[in-house]
């Protein structure tokens, strides 16, 4: 059994993903955070790395040393967040921190326990995420089929613009803030907040599953900055991505996605023209493995 990751942000910019891996015996934890770029003016907690990515190291940092046996993932990442809330608030300075200010993240966490005759995988996902599993033949399952609803909103804004032709990155923005931050707002007041925040008024509504897999299953999660090569820039099928992950590795991976965005920057209409990427490539043992 083998885990390759990588993660990088385009350029120089500080990274705002994360890819974490815990072993304990032979459970292993892949944990994917992708944190929600800042809508703020300001850092508030980490002027030199920022907000957002203090958040999501300091939540890995804090999961890992939150999980016990017999405690539940959704447990888990209770406890991780109070230990989180509790470090923000003891290094806040300003006398009033905006709500849209606070940082939020994406997670997806696969649990991945092999037996003697199968994989037992079980998933907490808030956010959006992307998880699938690879079989020995090559066909591809999508381990959390979702779609944030969001996105369409996004996109019509986006529209909008192209429709107007505004194609300065920083005007574009300007013009975003104010459905970017009251989203933001929405997320953090939520009851049931479908992100990763810092005080969820609620229990997280998290996307929980379990999955009984071949022992030579290949696992793959990764963030939607690397996901552009399917939904964005339509290089690949979901089946061709994972494929191509296996085959080639994750670096040449990266590779080919930052050199798509740099060929593309001039003409691409997004939000952001190139975004954090981050992936985890998990891989069993084969069917022989083990075998005398």
Same mark, same amino acid.
């Given at each position: 059994?083998?885990?390759?990751?990588?993660?990088?942000?385009?350029?120089?910019?500080?990274?705002?993903?994360?890819?974490?891996?815990?072993?304990?015996?032979?459970?292993?934890?892949?944990?994917?955070?992708?944190?929600?770029?800042?809508?703020?003016?300001?850092?508030?907690?980490?002027?030199?790395?920022?907000d957002v990515a203090w958040f999501v190291q300091a939540f890995a940092s804090a999961l890992e040393a939150a999980i016990a046996p017999g405690?539940?993932?959704?447990?888990?990442?209770?406890?991780?967040?109070?230990?989180?809330?509790?470090?923000?608030?003891?290094?806040?300075?300003?006398?009033?921190i905006p709500l849209y200010a606070y940082p939020l993240a994406a997670l997806t966490w696969i649990r991945i326990e092999p037996h003697d005759?199968?994989?037992?995988?079980?998933?907490?996902?808030?956010?959006?995420?992307?998880?699938?599993?690879?079989?020995?033949?090559?066909?591809?399952?999508?381990?959390?089929?979702?779609?944030?609803?969001?996105? /369409? #909103? =996004?996109?019509?804004?986006? *529209?909008?613009?192209?429709?107007? @032709? $505004?194609?300065?990155?920083?005007?574009?923005? !300007?013009?975003?803030?104010?459905?970017?931050?009251?989203?933001?707002?929405?997320?953090?007041?939520?009851?049931?907040?479908?992100?990763?925040?810092?005080?969820?008024?609620?229990?997280?509504?998290?996307?929980?599953?379990?999955?009984?897999?071949?022992?030579?299953? /290949? #696992? =793959?999660?990764?963030?939607? *900055?690397?996901?552009?090569?399917? @939904? $964005?820039?339509?290089?690949?099928?979901?089946? !061709?991505?994972?494929?191509?992950?296996?085959?080639?590795?994750?670096?040449?991976?990266?590779?080919?996605?930052?050199?798509?965005?740099?060929?593309?920057?001039?003409?691409?209409?997004?939000?952001?023209?190139?975004?954090?990427?981050?992936?985890?490539?998990?891989?069993?043992?084969?069917?022989?493995?083990?075998?005398?």
């Amino acid at each position: 059994m083998t885990t390759d990751h990588i993660s990088c942000s385009p350029g120089s910019s500080t990274n705002e993903d994360l890819i974490a891996v815990f072993h304990n015996g032979a459970v292993c934890d892949l944990v994917v955070l992708d944190g929600a770029s800042s809508v703020a003016d300001t850092n508030y907690i980490d002027a030199q790395q920022g907000d957002v990515a203090w958040f999501v190291q300091a939540f890995a940092s804090a999961l890992e040393a939150a999980i016990a046996p017999g405690l539940s993932q959704g447990a888990a990442v209770r406890r991780a967040v109070d230990t989180v809330r509790a470090a923000f608030d003891a290094r806040a300075v300003a006398p009033a921190i905006p709500l849209y200010a606070y940082p939020l993240a994406a997670l997806t966490w696969i649990r991945i326990e092999p037996h003697d005759d199968h994989l037992a995988l079980s998933l907490y996902c808030l956010g959006d995420c992307k998880a699938f599993a690879l079989d020995a033949a090559g066909a591809v399952c999508d381990l959390d089929p979702y779609v944030n609803p969001h996105e /369409a #909103v =996004l996109r019509e804004a986006m *529209g909008a613009l192209t429709a107007e @032709d $505004m194609r300065d990155p920083l005007r574009r923005r !300007a013009r975003l803030l104010p459905m970017l931050r009251a989203r933001r707002e929405s997320q953090h007041r939520s009851l049931a907040p479908e992100g990763l925040c810092l005080a969820p008024q609620g229990a997280f509504k998290a996307r929980e599953a379990t999955r009984r897999l071949p022992l030579d299953t /290949a #696992v =793959l999660a990764m963030t939607d *900055g690397f996901y552009r090569l399917v @939904d $964005m820039y339509e290089r690949y099928t979901i089946e !061709a991505l994972a494929q191509r992950c296996r085959t080639r590795g994750l670096a040449a991976m990266m590779d080919e996605l930052r050199s798509v965005e740099a060929a593309r920057a001039s003409g691409v209409m997004a939000v952001k023209s190139a975004d954090d990427a981050s992936a985890v490539l998990w891989t069993g043992r084969s069917r022989t493995e083990g075998k005398h």
